[in-house]
């Protein structure tokens, strides 16, 4: 993937008393290798802006906002679906992370704690944002799914209430209340 200029940070090299902002606004080359890489369609627009802050003595908070507008094949239809994604990005870079030494743990709710890097390319950071916000199954407006059924010739295809192993017990209790009266 191709670099974005002055995307990688190295944190040693920034001002520990203010945060330090950054704008990336990928070219229409830059963001045609992204949207390949996602294997979306393409992506119109693509914007991340934010800053990275000093957190105590050793850690690095990233607080940006990601605005894109991607294409998308419709997962129905195969038609192109556009969608508008505006995220809130919340990153935190620690020196030290707890280990967990244990068989099985349960995971911490913040999802957002990384380990401390020497450089950060925050490219790779909204690339990442990115793929996470793409809508999984994008679908156009006019979009429905039909019903298909298939089976061998001379077979009788196999419909969705068939597949309902008790879909024919209301029917078994009518009947049997009905010969009850």
Not at 19 to 31: D, G, I, V
Not at 88 to 106: F, K, S
Not at 131 to 142: G, I, K, N, T
Request: proline share 9%; charged share 25%; hydrophobic share 45%.
């Amino acid at each position: 993937m191709t670099q974005l200029p002055q995307s990688r940070m190295r944190l040693a090299d920034l001002p520990t008393n203010r945060p330090s902002q950054f704008t990336l606004a990928p070219n229409a080359a830059a963001r045609k290798a992204i949207a390949q890489h996602l294997a979306i369609v393409g992506i119109k627009k693509l914007t991340f802006q934010g800053s990275l802050a000093p957190l105590g003595k050793s850690d690095w908070a990233l607080s940006a906002k990601l605005g894109a507008t991607v294409v998308q094949d419709c997962v129905v239809t195969l038609a192109p679906v556009t969608t508008r994604i505006d995220e809130p990005i919340i990153r935190t870079y620690m020196a030290e992370i707890p280990e967990i030494d244990a068989a099985e743990v349960e995971m911490a709710l913040d999802e957002a704690i990384d380990p401390l890097p020497d450089s950060l390319d925050v490219a790779l950071v909204m690339i990442e944002a990115l793929s996470l916000a793409l809508p999984p199954y994008p679908r156009a407006e006019d979009a429905a799914l039909g019903s298909a059924a298939f089976s061998a010739p001379g077979v009788a295809p196999m419909t969705d209430d068939d597949a309902k192993p008790f879909a024919g017990l209301g029917s078994l209790r009518e009947s049997l209340e009905k010969k009850d009266e």
